[in-house]
Structure formats: structure tokens, C-alpha cells
């Protein structure tokens, strides 16, 4: 069996006025994410675990914030066309394991909203989908409600 993992990471400044979309869904929050698109940082997290797994280079390559036709755009649309960019490798996921970190609001009820969401972009179960959460103490720039970050490891196989 030829399996291979990948490793994402993303990360987007907090900001009052923008809506706070994490993996799929959009949360109640004083502050949301800001970037080119949404700002999911969890879904942009698991792109680039994706794409590295599967030596895809990485979602800036694909989706450049410098391109206008992804100005404002659903995540889980990006997060459908790397999938479609892994198929066309010949490869599937098995599972993800991801983490967000932020200081609120709390993750922990959301949680399997999001597997439900995302699984079955992916082609996966809301089972396959481990979604993590943590603060980070008070410290740093997610400390202190600056940012929020993800962190996501897949696993894929060749079909």
C-alpha cells in the first residue's frame, strides 16, 4: 500500500467587522478572520495537508491571494477542488487530524458540525475527521485574540 502524510498549517489575523468561518461553518464571534477569502484557517489548513501529501506544492500555488476570482471565496470550495487536484493523482484520504487555536469563542460545541461539513467534501466519514481544539493561554498574539491558527495532518493512500 502506498500511503503518504501531510502536514498544514495556516494562520490569519482576528478583526471586528468580519465573519469568523471556521471549518465550513460560520461562528458567532466579536472579531472573524481576515484574509483574501473567508479566512477558514482550519479548511486552508487541510488544503496544504493535502497538497503536501500528495507533492502538490501548497494552496498559495493554487489559489493565490493576488487572483480576484478568490477574493471572498467559500473555503469549501477551495477545500473541493484540492480534493479534485488528489483524485487526479490517483490518491484518497484516509483520515485528518486537525487543531485550531484561539482564545474563543469555544470550539468544543462546533466540533461536529464541522466534521459534517467537511467529511463528505473529502469523500470521508464525519468519523475520519478528528477536529481539535486549544487556547493558547493567554500568550502571544492568539493570546491575546490577535489571530487564530490551524494545524492539520492527513493521511492518503494511492487507489
Not at 470521508?124 to 487556547?135: G, H, L, M, R, W
Amino acid at each position: 500500500m502506498n500511503i503518504r502524510i501531510g502536514f498544514g498549517f495556516d494562520v490569519h489575523p482576528l478583526a471586528a467587522g468580519y465573519p469568523l468561518w471556521l471549518g465550513g461553518i460560520q461562528l458567532e464571534s466579536d472579531k472573524g478572520a481576515v484574509g483574501h477569502s473567508d479566512a477558514d484557517v482550519l479548511i486552508h489548513a487541510i488544503c496544504d495537508a493535502i497538497l503536501g501529501a500528495a507533492n502538490l506544492r501548497d494552496i498559495g500555488f493554487h489559489f493565490p491571494n493576488t487572483d480576484a476570482k478568490y477574493k471572498g471565496i467559500d473555503s469549501k470550495k477551495l477545500l473541493a477542488e484540492t480534493v479534485s487536484l488528489l483524485h487526479a493523482k490517483n490518491y484518497s484520504i484516509i483520515n485528518i487530524d486537525a487543531t485550531l487555536c484561539l482564545e474563543a469563542p469555544k470550539i468544543n460545541p462546533h466540533i461536529t458540525a464541522m466534521q459534517n461539513v467537511l467529511a463528505p467534501i473529502m469523500h470521508i466519514t464525519s468519523d475520519e475527521v478528528s477536529i481539535k481544539a486549544t487556547t493558547n493561554e493567554r500568550l502571544g498574539f492568539i493570546g491575546r485574540e490577535e489571530g487564530v491558527t490551524a494545524y492539520a495532518v492527513v493521511l492518503i493512500s494511492k487507489n
